[in-house]
């Protein structure tokens, strides 16, 4: 079941006074998010795939075309706040989120903004901070947190409006490998045990893989998508287009050009292993 659908959205950041300069970051995209998926967009910068995050809570709306979010329309004034308690955002840098003094204080500024009595903000929070392992921190103030833990207090601050999906843009960018492994593992967790919808705008072709399904961006269109295995399968189609591969395919599709057999492209270290065994044995 399809939870969000962009059909043939095109968008502009153009001024109106120059349209006939006028240079789509969006130009004519369709894609269904399912609900409980878990899809990553990759792509250079540049390429469309923060455009289209932004357009996934209608802090966007396309010049033409259509967002639909749990069938309703984005473009729909009336429903815009639906829309965003429906879907929440989270951006690249999370001091550009966190907008209290003490970490629960910053968790519960959503669900009180939505008007949700404190009672029930009081359990929102709790739960919201237990469910990216961040509980013990609630009384710290977040400024003295790392970048990782940082970025986890956002995700809660999102979590506590009860969002169906979350979308991420790029929020491992600014962070260190451990803040990264903390981030991911708090997604995968809310996608599989919570069936949370997640959508992940990233470069990083290692997190890619670890998704349900990947969709390559560039230059505005959609280039390619699949499963992980489909898409880096597809390392010449990549590589024309710029555009990196998980270490362990960039090895495989060398190896494959020097005329080792290969069967299967290995996507991460143990598949890799396992490969290097087969070639070796």
Same mark, same amino acid.
Request: charged residues 25%; contains cysteine.
């Given at each position: 079941?399809? $939870?969000?659908? !962009?059909?043939?959205? $095109? $968008? ?17 995209? @369709? ?6 998926? $878990? ?5 250079? &910068? ?19 075309? #259509? ?21 929440? !955002?989270?951006?690249? &840098? ?24 404190? #009672? ?25 947190? @790392?970048?990782?833990? #940082? ?23 600014? !962070? ?56 880096? @399968? ?5 590589? #024309? ?41």
């Amino acid at each position: 079941m399809n $939870f969000i659908s !962009l059909q043939n959205v $095109f $968008f502009s950041y153009t001024d109106v006074e120059e349209q006939q300069n006028k240079k789509y970051a969006l130009n004519g995209v @369709s894609l269904d998010v399912k609900k409980g998926e $878990f899809l990553a967009i990759i792509g250079h &910068n540049g390429c469309g795939k923060s455009t289209i995050a932004k357009h996934l809570n209608a802090m966007l709306l396309p010049d033409s075309g #259509k967002v639909y979010v749990d069938g309703d329309d984005t473009s729909d004034e009336d429903k815009t706040f639906d829309i965003r308690e429906k879907v929440g !955002l989270v951006l690249q &840098n999370p001091d550009n989120q966190l907008v209290a003094s003490i970490v629960e204080e910053d968790v519960a500024f959503g669900p009180e903004n939505l008007g949700v009595p404190p #009672k029930e903000i009081r359990t929102r929070v709790d739960n919201a901070l237990k469910a990216v392992g961040m509980y013990e921190y609630r009384k710290h103030a977040p400024h003295k947190l @790392s970048g990782g833990q #940082k970025q986890r207090v956002a995700i809660a601050g999102i979590l506590a409006i009860l969002p169906e999906c979350i979308v991420l843009d790029e929020p491992t960018a600014m !962070l260190d490998p451990n803040g990264r492994d903390e981030v991911l593992s708090t997604l995968l967790e809310l996608n599989h045990k919570k069936n949370m919808t997640v959508v992940l705008i990233t470069h990083y072709m290692d997190e890619a893989v670890l998704a349900d399904r990947v969709v390559v961006m560039d230059g505005g269109n959609i280039l390619t998508q699949g499963t992980p295995d489909e898409v880096f @399968s597809q390392v010449e189609l990549l590589k #024309k287009h710029r555009l990196d591969v998980p270490q362990s395919a960039e090895l495989a599709y060398r190896l494959k050009g020097c005329g080792v057999k290969i069967d299967k492209i290995p996507l991460n270290n143990a598949e890799c292993i396992k490969m290097l065994e087969e070639v070796l044995r």
